[in-house]
């Protein structure tokens, strides 16, 4: 069956950087468009990023642009979230999430999802 492993969250202080990855298994990996969502405590689940099936195309919601970068390794059937000046307000549980088709990347009407990792940014 599919399975989507998450790693890579952790503790980092404000300012500094974060690389999530997301192994899947299971699934035409290179089918899939692939996104990253995060759920902060008391807050509802929101969109972060999302990357095209051949990944040149990506998306991200607008507090993030220009720190967070999505990519993807369709030989590895990995997605990364490399996070960079990282702030309080990113902490949250970032899950990965996996969709055969519909161009509605932002929603969640994905087919799959991880379990989720803690992502604590420090002041």
């Known amino acids: 069956q599919v399975q989507m492993a998450e790693s890579g969250g952790g503790l980092v202080q404000a300012g500094g950087s974060l690389r999530l990855s997301c192994a899947a298994s299971?699934?035409?990996?290179?089918?899939?468009?692939m996104a990253w969502f995060r759920q902060a405590p008391g807050k509802e689940r929101e969109f972060v990023a999302a990357s095209s099936r051949s990944g040149l195309n990506t998306y991200y919601t607008e507090s993030v642009k220009g720190r967070f970068t999505i990519s993807r390794d369709n030989a590895k059937n990995t997605v990364y979230l490399q996070m960079n000046s990282l702030k309080f307000e990113d902490t949250a549980v970032y899950f990965c999430?996996?969709?055969?088709?519909?161009?509605?990347?932002?929603?969640?009407?994905?087919?799959?999802w991880g379990q989720g990792t803690q992502v604590t940014v420090s002041s």
């Open positions: 299971g699934l035409p990996f290179s089918l899939y468009t």
């Open positions: 999430a996996a969709k055969r088709y519909g161009d509605d990347y932002y929603r969640e009407t994905y087919d799959y």
